[in-house]
């Protein structure tokens, strides 16, 4: 692969999903929502819920933008204590045709 071609790829937007746990909510909410206030243009939506059995708050985004910018924003929202962070990426990147995306977008 050459370099403009690797450039391009690491810079594709993808949509995705990002969950987010927040085990100790005193300590860590205002640095979660400073971290999400500063990564809004990736976030297309966001339902957060407070899981009192549990006692944990449970946030979902839906994300859309490219591999290094939503790893900087997980990686920064990972690194606060009590918060725990998976992403799930699609390959759907907006730029190729369905039959090139597969099935629904998955790829293998």
Not at 14 to 28: A, C, L, Y
Not at 48 to 60: D, L, S, T
Not at 79 to 102: D, K, N
Request: proline fraction near 3%.
């Amino acid at each position: 692969m050459g370099r403009m071609a690797a450039e391009r790829r690491e810079t594709e937007r993808r949509i995705g999903v990002v969950g987010i746990v927040v085990t100790d909510r005193e300590r860590s909410a205002a640095a979660v929502q400073e971290v999400l206030s500063g990564y809004s243009d990736l976030i297309v939506g966001r339902m957060g819920v407070p899981y009192r059995e549990r006692g944990v708050a449970v946030i979902a985004l839906i994300v859309d933008g490219d591999t290094d910018r939503l790893g900087a924003m997980t990686g920064r929202l990972g690194s606060l204590p009590g918060v725990f962070v998976r992403t799930a990426l699609t390959g759907f990147s907006g730029t190729e045709t369905e039959e090139e995306a597969g099935p629904r977008g998955a790829r293998g």
